[in-house]
Protein backbone atom coordinates (compact mmCIF):
# COMPACT_ATOMS: atom_id res chain seq x y z
CA UNK A 1 0.00 0.00 0.00
CA UNK A 2 1.22 3.78 -0.70
CA UNK A 3 3.23 4.73 2.26
CA UNK A 4 0.83 8.19 2.23
CA UNK A 5 -2.36 6.46 3.11
CA UNK A 6 -1.26 6.20 6.60
CA UNK A 7 0.12 9.88 6.80
CA UNK A 8 -3.74 11.31 5.67
CA UNK A 9 -4.96 12.92 8.33
CA UNK A 10 -8.98 12.70 8.51
CA UNK A 11 -10.96 15.21 6.66
CA UNK A 12 -12.13 18.26 8.52
CA UNK A 13 -15.63 17.05 8.37
CA UNK A 14 -14.86 13.38 9.70
CA UNK A 15 -13.84 15.73 12.82
CA UNK A 16 -16.55 17.80 12.89
CA UNK A 17 -18.78 14.37 12.69
CA UNK A 18 -16.29 13.08 15.88
CA UNK A 19 -17.20 16.00 17.64
CA UNK A 20 -20.53 15.67 17.94
CA UNK A 21 -21.16 12.08 17.78
CA UNK A 22 -21.94 12.18 21.62
CA UNK A 23 -23.14 15.42 21.86
CA UNK A 24 -27.28 16.38 21.70
CA UNK A 25 -28.58 19.19 19.50
CA UNK A 26 -31.21 21.62 20.49
CA UNK A 27 -33.98 19.73 18.55
CA UNK A 28 -36.07 22.59 19.84
CA UNK A 29 -34.32 24.84 16.98
CA UNK A 30 -34.41 24.13 13.03
CA UNK A 31 -30.98 22.65 11.84
CA UNK A 32 -28.82 25.42 10.32
CA UNK A 33 -25.69 24.57 8.80
CA UNK A 34 -23.08 26.98 7.80
CA UNK A 35 -20.17 24.03 8.42
CA UNK A 36 -19.68 22.93 4.22
CA UNK A 37 -19.22 25.16 1.52
CA UNK A 38 -21.60 23.96 -0.84
CA UNK A 39 -23.43 25.99 -3.22
CA UNK A 40 -27.22 26.35 -1.89
CA UNK A 41 -28.38 28.81 -4.16
CA UNK A 42 -30.70 27.58 -7.34
CA UNK A 43 -29.23 26.15 -10.14
CA UNK A 44 -29.65 28.39 -13.51
CA UNK A 45 -32.77 26.65 -14.85
CA UNK A 46 -30.89 26.87 -18.41
CA UNK A 47 -28.07 25.06 -17.11
CA UNK A 48 -30.34 22.31 -15.94
CA UNK A 49 -32.29 22.30 -19.49
CA UNK A 50 -29.21 22.00 -21.23
CA UNK A 51 -28.00 18.90 -19.32
CA UNK A 52 -30.85 17.09 -19.87
CA UNK A 53 -31.12 17.88 -23.45
CA UNK A 54 -27.63 16.64 -23.76
CA UNK A 55 -28.17 13.42 -22.21
CA UNK A 56 -27.96 11.88 -25.96
CA UNK A 57 -24.58 12.50 -25.56
CA UNK A 58 -23.97 9.15 -23.42
CA UNK A 59 -23.64 6.78 -26.65
CA UNK A 60 -19.92 7.92 -27.31
CA UNK A 61 -17.01 8.09 -25.23
CA UNK A 62 -15.67 11.32 -24.49
CA UNK A 63 -12.40 12.62 -25.37
CA UNK A 64 -9.87 13.55 -22.33
CA UNK A 65 -9.32 16.88 -24.12
CA UNK A 66 -12.86 17.61 -24.23
CA UNK A 67 -14.39 18.93 -27.24
CA UNK A 68 -13.43 21.96 -29.29
CA UNK A 69 -16.30 24.23 -28.40
CA UNK A 70 -15.88 23.43 -24.23
CA UNK A 71 -11.86 24.69 -24.66
CA UNK A 72 -13.01 27.84 -27.14
CA UNK A 73 -15.48 28.75 -24.49
CA UNK A 74 -13.35 28.63 -21.82
CA UNK A 75 -10.62 30.00 -23.66
CA UNK A 76 -12.89 33.09 -24.11
CA UNK A 77 -13.52 33.29 -20.46
CA UNK A 78 -10.58 33.32 -19.66
CA UNK A 79 -9.06 35.95 -21.70
CA UNK A 80 -12.29 38.33 -21.01
CA UNK A 81 -12.30 37.63 -17.17
CA UNK A 82 -8.54 38.19 -16.96
CA UNK A 83 -8.11 40.49 -19.98
CA UNK A 84 -5.42 38.43 -21.33
CA UNK A 85 -4.08 38.91 -24.78
CA UNK A 86 -6.41 36.34 -27.15
CA UNK A 87 -3.25 34.95 -28.94
CA UNK A 88 -2.01 34.16 -25.46
CA UNK A 89 -3.83 30.45 -24.98
CA UNK A 90 -4.13 27.42 -27.34
CA UNK A 91 -7.06 25.82 -26.79
CA UNK A 92 -5.00 22.52 -27.73
CA UNK A 93 -2.18 23.16 -25.89
CA UNK A 94 -3.27 25.31 -22.53
CA UNK A 95 -6.58 23.94 -21.68
CA UNK A 96 -8.06 20.66 -20.03
CA UNK A 97 -11.07 20.29 -18.80
CA UNK A 98 -12.06 18.49 -15.22
CA UNK A 99 -14.22 17.34 -13.41
CA UNK A 100 -14.04 19.63 -10.52
CA UNK A 101 -10.94 21.30 -9.24
CA UNK A 102 -10.85 18.84 -6.46
CA UNK A 103 -10.04 15.94 -8.91
CA UNK A 104 -7.56 17.66 -10.45
CA UNK A 105 -5.63 19.70 -7.73
CA UNK A 106 -4.76 16.34 -6.15
CA UNK A 107 -3.73 14.55 -9.88
CA UNK A 108 -1.51 17.41 -10.49
CA UNK A 109 0.26 17.11 -8.19
CA UNK A 110 0.38 13.42 -8.98
CA UNK A 111 2.14 14.06 -12.49
CA UNK A 112 4.17 16.60 -11.40
CA UNK A 113 6.05 15.06 -8.28
CA UNK A 114 9.64 13.92 -9.52
CA UNK A 115 10.41 11.29 -6.49
CA UNK A 116 14.07 10.77 -7.64
CA UNK A 117 14.84 14.37 -6.63
CA UNK A 118 16.08 14.58 -2.33
CA UNK A 119 13.33 15.59 -0.49
CA UNK A 120 10.29 16.31 -2.74
CA UNK A 121 8.49 19.34 -0.80
CA UNK A 122 4.43 20.64 -1.34
CA UNK A 123 4.21 24.40 0.00
CA UNK A 124 0.75 26.05 0.81
CA UNK A 125 -1.13 28.42 2.97
CA UNK A 126 -2.09 28.02 6.14
CA UNK A 127 -4.70 27.08 7.26
CA UNK A 128 -5.45 25.23 3.55
CA UNK A 129 -7.94 22.61 1.51
CA UNK A 130 -7.13 19.60 2.95
CA UNK A 131 -6.56 18.10 -0.85
CA UNK A 132 -3.21 19.92 -0.99
CA UNK A 133 -1.87 18.11 1.71
CA UNK A 134 -3.03 14.25 1.16
CA UNK A 135 -1.95 14.89 -3.06
CA UNK A 136 1.49 15.65 -1.24
CA UNK A 137 1.96 12.62 0.99
CA UNK A 138 0.08 10.27 -1.56
CA UNK A 139 2.43 11.58 -4.32
CA UNK A 140 5.74 10.89 -2.12
CA UNK A 141 6.22 14.12 -1.29
CA UNK A 142 6.31 15.90 2.17
CA UNK A 143 3.90 18.96 2.45
CA UNK A 144 5.24 22.16 4.28
CA UNK A 145 2.11 24.85 4.89
CA UNK A 146 3.03 28.59 5.36
CA UNK A 147 0.99 30.31 8.44
CA UNK A 148 -1.23 33.23 7.08
CA UNK A 149 -0.78 36.54 8.87
CA UNK A 150 -3.82 37.59 10.90
CA UNK A 151 -2.27 40.96 11.03
CA UNK A 152 -1.64 41.59 7.25
CA UNK A 153 -5.00 40.63 6.16
CA UNK A 154 -4.58 36.73 6.49
CA UNK A 155 -2.05 37.20 3.41
CA UNK A 156 0.98 34.30 3.66
CA UNK A 157 3.84 34.87 5.15
CA UNK A 158 6.39 33.46 2.27
CA UNK A 159 9.52 35.49 4.02
CA UNK A 160 8.93 32.72 6.66
CA UNK A 161 9.95 29.83 4.23
CA UNK A 162 13.70 28.76 4.59
CA UNK A 163 15.95 28.75 1.71
CA UNK A 164 16.24 24.86 2.34
CA UNK A 165 12.62 24.77 1.86
CA UNK A 166 12.20 26.65 -1.52
CA UNK A 167 15.29 25.00 -2.92
CA UNK A 168 13.27 21.33 -2.22
CA UNK A 169 9.85 22.59 -3.82
CA UNK A 170 8.35 21.40 -6.26
CA UNK A 171 5.10 22.21 -6.42
CA UNK A 172 3.29 25.64 -4.52
CA UNK A 173 -0.59 25.84 -4.12
CA UNK A 174 -1.86 29.05 -4.21
CA UNK A 175 -5.34 28.94 -2.80
CA UNK A 176 -7.25 32.95 -4.05
CA UNK A 177 -9.58 33.89 -2.92
CA UNK A 178 -8.51 31.95 -0.03
CA UNK A 179 -11.26 29.31 1.86
CA UNK A 180 -11.44 30.06 4.21
CA UNK A 181 -9.43 33.10 4.80
CA UNK A 182 -11.12 35.42 2.20
CA UNK A 183 -7.56 36.84 1.25
CA UNK A 184 -6.81 37.82 -2.15
CA UNK A 185 -3.09 37.32 -3.41
CA UNK A 186 -1.51 41.04 -4.52
CA UNK A 187 -0.21 41.82 -7.61
CA UNK A 188 3.49 42.36 -5.33
CA UNK A 189 2.93 38.73 -3.67
CA UNK A 190 2.40 37.27 -7.10
CA UNK A 191 5.58 38.90 -8.67
CA UNK A 192 7.86 37.31 -5.81
CA UNK A 193 5.95 34.45 -6.17
CA UNK A 194 7.68 34.26 -9.90
CA UNK A 195 10.85 34.98 -9.03
CA UNK A 196 11.14 32.56 -6.49
CA UNK A 197 9.56 29.88 -9.08
CA UNK A 198 11.78 31.05 -11.21
CA UNK A 199 15.39 31.10 -8.86
CA UNK A 200 14.09 27.30 -7.23
CA UNK A 201 12.23 25.83 -10.31
CA UNK A 202 8.97 24.92 -8.93
CA UNK A 203 5.47 25.29 -10.40
CA UNK A 204 2.69 27.86 -8.60
CA UNK A 205 -0.60 25.92 -8.45
CA UNK A 206 -3.43 28.66 -8.05
CA UNK A 207 -6.75 27.62 -7.01
CA UNK A 208 -9.12 30.34 -8.11
CA UNK A 209 -12.17 28.29 -7.82
CA UNK A 210 -13.84 30.81 -5.59
CA UNK A 211 -12.46 33.73 -8.13
CA UNK A 212 -16.23 34.54 -9.14
CA UNK A 213 -17.39 34.95 -5.40
CA UNK A 214 -16.61 38.34 -4.82
CA UNK A 215 -18.29 41.52 -3.05
CA UNK A 216 -17.32 44.66 -5.24
CA UNK A 217 -18.47 44.56 -8.55
CA UNK A 218 -15.69 46.40 -9.60
CA UNK A 219 -12.99 45.11 -8.58
CA UNK A 220 -12.77 41.02 -9.60
CA UNK A 221 -10.00 39.46 -7.67
CA UNK A 222 -6.50 39.22 -9.85
CA UNK A 223 -5.89 35.76 -11.21
CA UNK A 224 -2.33 33.95 -11.49
CA UNK A 225 -2.40 33.99 -15.10
CA UNK A 226 -3.32 37.56 -15.37
CA UNK A 227 -0.49 38.28 -13.34
CA UNK A 228 2.06 36.42 -14.93
CA UNK A 229 1.16 38.23 -18.11
CA UNK A 230 1.29 41.66 -16.14
CA UNK A 231 5.08 40.75 -14.75
CA UNK A 232 5.92 39.58 -18.25
CA UNK A 233 6.21 36.19 -18.00
CA UNK A 234 6.90 33.88 -21.18
CA UNK A 235 4.07 31.81 -21.73
CA UNK A 236 2.52 31.01 -18.41
CA UNK A 237 6.05 29.24 -17.49
CA UNK A 238 5.63 27.44 -14.31
CA UNK A 239 1.60 28.87 -13.80
CA UNK A 240 -1.74 26.48 -14.13
CA UNK A 241 -4.23 27.69 -12.44
CA UNK A 242 -7.84 25.64 -11.32
CA UNK A 243 -11.04 26.89 -12.43
CA UNK A 244 -14.72 25.49 -10.97
CA UNK A 245 -18.16 26.00 -12.49
CA UNK A 246 -19.09 24.69 -8.71
CA UNK A 247 -19.05 27.82 -6.77
CA UNK A 248 -19.85 30.38 -9.68
CA UNK A 249 -22.69 28.62 -11.41
CA UNK A 250 -24.18 26.78 -8.28
CA UNK A 251 -23.50 23.35 -9.92
CA UNK A 252 -21.40 21.56 -7.10
CA UNK A 253 -22.88 17.84 -8.51
CA UNK A 254 -22.00 18.17 -11.59
CA UNK A 255 -18.30 18.11 -11.00
CA UNK A 256 -17.13 20.78 -14.11
CA UNK A 257 -14.01 23.17 -13.93
CA UNK A 258 -10.32 23.60 -16.30
CA UNK A 259 -7.00 23.81 -15.89
CA UNK A 260 -5.29 26.11 -17.60
CA UNK A 261 -1.40 27.38 -18.23
CA UNK A 262 1.96 26.35 -19.29
CA UNK A 263 1.60 24.10 -22.25
CA UNK A 264 4.84 22.06 -20.93
CA UNK A 265 3.36 21.01 -18.13
CA UNK A 266 -0.31 20.59 -19.52
CA UNK A 267 1.51 18.46 -22.23
CA UNK A 268 2.54 16.02 -19.47
CA UNK A 269 -0.80 16.23 -17.44
CA UNK A 270 -2.71 15.47 -20.25
CA UNK A 271 -0.87 11.99 -21.06
CA UNK A 272 -0.94 11.53 -16.92
CA UNK A 273 -5.30 12.03 -17.57
CA UNK A 274 -5.28 9.72 -20.20
CA UNK A 275 -4.49 7.08 -18.31
CA UNK A 276 -6.40 8.03 -15.51
CA UNK A 277 -9.41 8.08 -17.25
CA UNK A 278 -11.20 10.90 -16.18
CA UNK A 279 -12.62 12.69 -19.37
CA UNK A 280 -15.65 14.71 -18.85
CA UNK A 281 -19.13 13.52 -19.82
CA UNK A 282 -20.47 14.58 -23.03
CA UNK A 283 -23.52 16.17 -21.52
CA UNK A 284 -21.83 17.80 -19.08
CA UNK A 285 -19.80 19.30 -21.07
CA UNK A 286 -22.27 20.82 -23.27
CA UNK A 287 -24.23 22.03 -19.94
CA UNK A 288 -20.52 23.42 -19.00
CA UNK A 289 -20.51 25.52 -22.24
CA UNK A 290 -23.74 27.25 -21.42
CA UNK A 291 -22.55 28.09 -17.79
CA UNK A 292 -19.57 29.12 -18.80
CA UNK A 293 -21.01 31.59 -21.77
CA UNK A 294 -23.24 33.27 -19.25
CA UNK A 295 -22.95 36.10 -16.50
CA UNK A 296 -25.97 37.08 -15.81
CA UNK A 297 -26.36 34.52 -13.10
CA UNK A 298 -22.83 34.88 -11.44
CA UNK A 299 -23.60 38.55 -11.21
CA UNK A 300 -27.17 37.43 -9.02
CA UNK A 301 -25.32 34.91 -7.29
CA UNK A 302 -22.41 37.64 -5.95
CA UNK A 303 -25.64 39.77 -4.83
CA UNK A 304 -27.15 37.10 -2.89
CA UNK A 305 -23.63 37.00 -1.26
CA UNK A 306 -23.19 40.58 -0.51
CA UNK A 307 -27.08 40.82 1.01
CA UNK A 308 -26.18 37.87 3.40
CA UNK A 309 -22.82 39.02 4.47
CA UNK A 310 -24.00 42.42 4.85
CA UNK A 311 -27.11 41.83 7.38
CA UNK A 312 -25.13 38.68 9.35
CA UNK A 313 -22.60 40.93 9.91
CA UNK A 314 -24.70 43.59 10.81
CA UNK A 315 -26.27 40.73 13.60
CA UNK A 316 -22.89 39.19 14.33
CA UNK A 317 -20.96 42.55 14.91
CA UNK A 318 -22.04 43.40 18.53
CA UNK A 319 -20.36 40.30 19.49
CA UNK A 320 -17.77 39.41 17.44
CA UNK A 321 -15.06 41.24 15.24
CA UNK A 322 -16.36 40.50 11.83
CA UNK A 323 -14.46 41.39 9.28
CA UNK A 324 -15.90 41.08 5.54
CA UNK A 325 -13.84 39.29 2.76
CA UNK A 326 -13.23 40.95 -0.17
CA UNK A 327 -14.01 37.14 -1.82
CA UNK A 328 -15.73 34.01 -1.48
CA UNK A 329 -18.54 32.95 1.06
CA UNK A 330 -17.03 32.55 4.42
CA UNK A 331 -16.89 34.53 7.96
CA UNK A 332 -13.53 33.16 9.38
CA UNK A 333 -14.62 35.81 12.72
CA UNK A 334 -12.37 34.91 16.05
CA UNK A 335 -14.08 32.77 18.77
CA UNK A 336 -14.02 34.17 22.73
CA UNK A 337 -13.38 30.58 23.32
CA UNK A 338 -12.02 27.79 21.90
CA UNK A 339 -13.08 26.74 18.38
CA UNK A 340 -13.81 23.25 18.54
CA UNK A 341 -15.61 23.55 22.02
CA UNK A 342 -17.31 26.89 20.60
CA UNK A 343 -18.35 24.79 17.45
CA UNK A 344 -19.73 22.36 19.94
CA UNK A 345 -21.54 24.16 22.58
CA UNK A 346 -23.03 26.42 19.57
CA UNK A 347 -24.26 23.03 17.80
CA UNK A 348 -25.72 21.72 20.90
CA UNK A 349 -27.76 24.59 22.03
CA UNK A 350 -28.60 26.82 19.16
CA UNK A 351 -28.37 23.48 16.93
CA UNK A 352 -25.98 25.67 14.21
CA UNK A 353 -23.09 24.17 12.93
CA UNK A 354 -19.98 25.55 11.84
CA UNK A 355 -16.62 24.43 11.88
CA UNK A 356 -13.90 24.91 13.93
CA UNK A 357 -10.85 26.58 12.18
CA UNK A 358 -8.17 24.29 13.75
CA UNK A 359 -10.14 21.68 11.63
CA UNK A 360 -8.56 23.56 8.63
CA UNK A 361 -5.03 24.15 9.60
CA UNK A 362 -1.48 23.09 11.52
CA UNK A 363 0.28 23.73 14.04
CA UNK A 364 3.41 26.07 13.00
CA UNK A 365 6.03 27.19 14.24
CA UNK A 366 3.82 27.59 17.10
CA UNK A 367 0.86 28.73 16.20
CA UNK A 368 -2.09 27.22 14.86
CA UNK A 369 -3.59 30.20 12.94
CA UNK A 370 -6.91 28.30 12.50
CA UNK A 371 -7.09 28.09 16.26
CA UNK A 372 -9.81 30.18 18.11
CA UNK A 373 -11.54 30.65 14.58
CA UNK A 374 -15.07 29.10 12.98
CA UNK A 375 -15.39 29.34 9.55
CA UNK A 376 -19.02 29.80 8.36
CA UNK A 377 -19.94 29.06 4.90
CA UNK A 378 -23.06 31.90 3.94
CA UNK A 379 -24.53 29.20 2.03
CA UNK A 380 -27.81 28.57 3.11
CA UNK A 381 -30.64 31.12 2.46
CA UNK A 382 -30.80 34.96 3.60
CA UNK A 383 -33.39 34.06 6.03
CA UNK A 384 -31.32 30.85 7.21
CA UNK A 385 -28.41 32.69 7.78
CA UNK A 386 -30.27 35.92 9.46
CA UNK A 387 -31.57 33.44 11.92
CA UNK A 388 -28.08 31.58 12.98
CA UNK A 389 -26.26 35.16 13.24
CA UNK A 390 -29.09 35.50 15.75
CA UNK A 391 -28.34 32.32 17.60
CA UNK A 392 -24.67 32.79 17.19
CA UNK A 393 -25.30 36.15 19.64
CA UNK A 394 -27.24 34.52 21.58
CA UNK A 395 -25.01 31.91 22.42
CA UNK A 396 -22.14 34.41 22.69
CA UNK A 397 -24.22 36.39 25.00
CA UNK A 398 -24.71 33.40 27.17
CA UNK A 399 -20.83 32.13 27.68
C1 LIG B 1 -10.35 25.80 -1.85
C2 LIG B 1 -11.12 24.80 -2.63
N1 LIG B 1 -10.55 24.26 -3.71
C3 LIG B 1 -11.21 23.34 -4.44
C4 LIG B 1 -12.47 22.91 -4.10
C5 LIG B 1 -13.12 21.84 -4.93
O1 LIG B 1 -14.18 22.32 -5.68
P1 LIG B 1 -14.74 21.53 -6.93
O2 LIG B 1 -14.08 20.19 -6.97
O3 LIG B 1 -16.19 21.45 -6.73
O4 LIG B 1 -14.35 22.35 -8.13
C6 LIG B 1 -13.10 23.45 -2.97
C7 LIG B 1 -14.44 22.96 -2.58
O5 LIG B 1 -15.03 23.31 -1.61
C8 LIG B 1 -12.41 24.42 -2.22
O6 LIG B 1 -12.96 24.97 -1.13
Known sequence: MNSGIEKLQPYPFEK?????????????????????????????????????????????YPKTRGSDELRETIKNWLVQRFELPGNSLDINTNIIPVNGTREALFSFCQCLIDTRKNNPLVL????????????????????????????????????????????????????????????????????????????????????????????????????LLQAAK???????????????????????????????????????????????????????????????????HVKENRRLYCEKFDKVSAILQPVMNIDIPAATFYLWPETPIADDKFALELFQQQNVTVLPGSYLSRQVGGRNPGANRIRMALVASLAECEEAGYRIRNYINSI
Open 16 to 60: LADLFSQAGRNAGLPPINLSIGEPKHDTPAFILETLSRSLSGSAN
Open 230 to 296: LAGIENYQRCVVFHSLSKRSNVPGIRSGFVAGDANLLNSYFKYRTYQGCAMAPFIQQASIVAWQDEE
Open 124 to 223: SGNPFYQIYEGAAWLAGATPIHINCDSDADFAISYDSVSEENWKDCQLLYLCSPNNPTGNVCSLETYKLLFELAEEYDFVIAADECYSEIYLDESTPPIG
